[in-house]
């Protein structure tokens, strides 16, 4: 690939969101200072409530995330596991609780949290991770129960959890000694579903042949609506890149140069290794298009009333990607094969994600069935790179697309 064709692929809002990253993280460790507050919330956990308090919501995962693409995960983990804790623990949480001690990773660790919101819908990890931190920082943890949901929604689960949405709404009111504003939480409420919205067309324009960006820049873009969900800010951001993917398009810009193969990645990102796996499959003409992670943050939108976002929040919350059956899961993958034309699928086995990765032999099996198409499993952890082997890997990966091209022809 010659400069000037890498150049032109280079999308341009990149320098946007890191300059937007970089003020988000300022604005947090300069908080006291302003007599503002800071909740750290699991990735999954409904901020919008935060975000109409003026509080500001920390996202230890996505922490975890820089400190990974930082290839600083191994250090802070192997300090977590000299503090005692099991090599076995999600490196995400390995990774905070040990940079809560040093001091460490990219940014000098997190601003202090005023209180902690732990979501179980992604994990029960969380529940003993944020229970460590609140001790640590003797803090108040308010955790937000949602049943997994493995053949549906019911009335009990739905009344479970939206008495749940009251009381944090009480909690949040006591530790900021403020009322709950509901005006401005419709307020936000709209602001996270039109964020939603846009994120979903974002990701959507990778159906388009050849795909304007890949699931790498995905990964890369998803730190929005992650953190600053609920706001003007992620919604303006998401306008100038869905525009940008749009224009994209319109001049024929790949992310992938000669893009023959098209994929679906499964899991988290391999956060110390995303240049070489994009540079690996790039090399064989093949561009990750869509996964199943980022797209998360918007599988949720069906259950969300925009003019009732308090009442509707319960479910969505709830009936998100990692809170459902296997069966269901395997659907939604299917839908994805379906609308993005995949010609195979790569599963990442992240020894750190249980409850991402439990499921994904019965997951591969309902794909080789019913999709025909080829699936890769690799095995890696998202922040801990002893758990990846590059030639191990690497054999795989080509291997793989060996199949990939032998069935395309
Ligand atoms: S186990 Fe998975 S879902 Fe839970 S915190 Fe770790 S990466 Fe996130």
Known sequence: MSDTLSDKRKIKCAKKMRDIMTTYYLDAMTAEQNSKQVAWITSGGPVEPLVAMDIIPIYPENHGAMIGASKMGEDLCIKAEDMGYSSDLCSYARSDISCSIVKGGPIGGLPKPDMLICCNNICGTVLK?????????????????????????????????????????????????????????????????????????????????PS?????????????????RGTQVAVDFYKDLLKEMEQRIEDGISMVPNETYRLLWDNLPVWYRLKWLSTKFSDHNACLVADTYTSAWCSALNYIDEDNFIDSMAEAYTRIYLNIGVDQMADQVLDMIKFYDVNGFVMHSNRSCKPYSFGQMNIMKIIREKAGIPVLMIEADMVDPRNFSKSQVETRIDAFMEIVKQRKA
């Open 212 to 228: 304007p960006m890949s699931a790498f820049d995905a990964f890369f873009f998803l730190a929005l609506i992650v953190t600053l």
């Open 129 to 209: 991770w944020y229970e460590i931190q609140a001790r640590l920082y003797n803090v108040p943890l308010f955790i937000l129960d949602t049943p997994v949901c493995h053949t549906g929604y019911s009335p009990e689960i739905a009344r479970y959890v939206r008495a749940q949405i009251d009381e944090y709404i009480t909690f949040l009111e006591k530790v900021t000694k403020k009322k709950f504003d509901h005006d401005k939480m419709n307020r936000v409420g709209r602001l996270a579903f039109e964020g939603q919205q846009l994120w979903r067309k974002i990701l959507n324009t990778t159906a388009h042949k």
